[in-house]
């Protein structure tokens, strides 16, 4: 072929290295026919092998920020998705340089991921969410006010991607937004526009303020994180919240009375500063959350990448059915909020489904908090309207 056909071939042959075919015309020709029938049913075997792969299709967006590339060596794993023989993975940034994707593409492919099938970019919506089966919504990082003309392009936004979602997912899809920037907005928004979808699969991820919460309290009580457990977190992930210590246990504390690895005891039962868990304890989150919503950091894409991959394995059913997570969801007329609020409020999941835990008191002053958190959501989603109608 790099010569030009079968008289050149044989020319060159002849000329540089004295060598002369005796084959017939037709034999040639019969020989060349049989290959091309050969390869020709080699191509036909291959295509109807990959008919049958059923890939799971993921998007992720802001696909060049720091947490995608956190994200995807744990993502692409058969403990994350363990019924999944396949994926095919798109990458959607609508700022990005293509060509940076188009490394991206090849840096994941070159983990050679045993369930990667195929890597996708996109940097326009022209197709976005077409065939998805999970959308992972990455965080707004550069949206910080509520009056900038970023807030309006980020609404305006959300909700084209709530109306391709509608348009173009699967009706099945499991939608989570993280970030540190409107994070429970950016989830109505999408639930707006996505209206034959049921409500329940959109959530968005707090486990990044509940983490940060067990961090803190295991530090004042000198044993590790993992040793802190069921902290909630109630309210508007980026914005106000509340850490309750309710359900909170701790496991190996070093106190008067202590048990084997499996014996925990209340927070609230050593923890009895109230002062410090209804004060310090809530301004040394807000203000860690502050500082992390202020720069660009690996720190923060790890707390996020972490969160994603908690609820994402919830979502498959990979978690203890007691086990209770923080996670911002559409929390129609409870505990007397108004429709179409999202907020974080204790879950637990079964069967890759969550429930609201009502195994909680909600006294007087935590209703009147969840008011407040409310009202602060319920302004952000009319402004974002409001800039929407000028």
Known sequence: MLLGGLSDFLEHCQDYYKVTSDMLTDM???????????????????????????????????????????????????????????????????????????????????????????????????????????????????????????????????????????????????????????????????????????????????????????SVIAEKLKVKSKDVTDVLVWGNISGSFYIDLQRAKVFNHAGAIRGPAFFSQPVLKILQERKWVETDLQDLVRRHRTAVASKTCRAAAMGDANGILSILKALNGNCRADEVFSLGVLCPGFYGLPEGIVLSVPVTFRDGKWSMLFDVTVGDELKKKLQIFASELTQEKDLGAEKKDN
């Open 28 to 214: 040639m020709l019969s020989v060349a026919a049989e290959n091309h029938e050969t390869k020709m049913s080699l191509i036909a075997e291959e295509q109807h092998r990959v008919s049958l792969i059923k890939p799971l299709h993921i998007w992720i967006s802001s696909a060049l920020s720091q947490t995608c590339h956190l994200l995807i060596p744990n993502l692409l794993s058969a403990e994350m998705f363990p019924h999944v023989s396949a994926v095919c993975l798109h990458l959607l940034d609508l700022e990005g340089d293509r060509e940076e994707l188009q490394e991206l593409k090849m840096q994941t492919e070159d983990l050679a991921l045993p369930l990667l099938h195929q890597v996708k970019i996109h940097t326009d919506l022209e197709e976005a969410f077409k065939g998805a089966e999970i959308i992972l919504l990455l965080g707004e990082s550069d949206v910080d006010d509520a009056e900038s003309e970023k807030f309006k392009e980020m609404s305006d936004r959300y909700r084209e991607y709530g109306q391709l979602i509608e348009t173009w997912a699967n009706k099945e899809v499991k939608v989570i937004v993280s970030g540190d920037s409107f994070v429970n907005l950016r989830c109505s928004l999408l639930l707006e526009k996505a209206c034959s979808i049921d409500s329940s699969q959109f959530v968005a991820v707090a486990t990044q303020l509940e983490n940060k919460a067990r």
